[in-house]
């Protein structure tokens, strides 16, 4: 892996818009059962404006900004070798349905462990007006020859 | 909140199967075929089709999310996959989480996750940071 990425920081991937119905499907998904994520008056209710997203939700947003990375073409990641090593989300607020989203990937650090790579993306989420909202972290694993 | 560290504040189990692995597929646009075809895991060295990593930490965390109600939100949320969760054809994979107090702080707590399949723990480093509305 070419270790000149890090600090790379990559243009911002297309806004996303954040549906109800998404949230739902993805509420399901993941066992989620909470009022909160399926039914808007329960969220307005508890002061959302619309359904919560489940805690995971930011990994769809952050997925194409992953994609950017693994095509990059001096990145020397082979996409079939990567496994997922560690994610964290850091939010300043839950997403809800109806948020507009717009991420930014930035590379933040790469090691060396035997054979192995280890990358560390961070995707800083923000709202439409600017905000953020969520900092999705993932450390990818890169398998080396055996 | 009225919690003190080392309380067991959670415990759920779930029974995935199949089924859930490409509903997950299909919610989040993770639609590697590790995740549902025998063929392709075996021929990638792997002991049988797996659940997403981050299935398992996405259900891991409801737990949690269903206890904390509307009194607060998840606003840090941490996990290392340490094991895969293998999902039989058949019998599908049973996954317990335990959500525990491991810090807590003025209007804030830490909730530490013991997620296990097949007597193993799944996930290392399995933290959810709650702050209180």
């Keep these: 892996m070419n270790p000149e990425l890090v600090g790379r920081v990559f243009p911002p991937v297309a806004p996303y818009l954040v549906a109800r119905e998404k949230v739902r499907e993805f509420a399901r998904a993941v066992f989620a059962t909470s009022p909160l994520n399926h039914d808007p008056s329960a969220a307005m209710s508890a002061g959302y404006a619309d359904v919560v997203a489940p805690p995971t939700f930011p990994v769809v947003v952050q997925e194409a900004t992953l994609a950017q990375l693994l095509a990059e073409p001096d990145a020397g990641i082979d996409f079939t070798r990567v496994v997922h090593g560690d994610q964290r989300f850091t939010y300043s607020r839950p997403v809800v349905a109806g948020d507009e989203l717009t991420a930014t990937l930035a590379v933040t650090s790469i090691k060396s462990l035997g054979a192995h790579s280890m990358v560390t993306a961070e995707s800083t989420i923000v709202d439409a007006t600017g905000a953020h909202v969520v900092t999705a972290i993932s450390t990818l694993v890169v398998r080396g020859d055996e | ?133």
């Design chain 2, 1 to 133: 909140m009225s919690i003190q560290v080392g309380d067991i504040v959670a415990e759920a189990t779930y029974a995935l199967t199949r089924d859930s692995l490409v509903r997950y597929a299909g919610a989040s646009g993770d639609f590697n075929p590790i995740h549902y075809r025998d063929d392709v895991a075996v021929s990638v060295g792997l002991p049988g089709v797996l659940a997403h990593g981050m299935l398992t930490m996405g259900f891991a965390v409801q737990p949690v999310v269903d206890w904390l109600g509307d009194r607060g939100w998840v606003s840090d949320y941490q996990v290392r996959f340490t094991r895969p969760v293998v999902v039989d054809a058949t019998t599908g994979a049973s996954v317990t989480v335990l959500a525990k107090v491991g810090a807590v702080e003025d209007g804030a707590a830490r909730i530490d996750l013991t997620v296990s399949f097949d007597e193993s723990t799944v996930l290392g480093k399995a933290q959810v940071r709650v702050t209180l509305r």
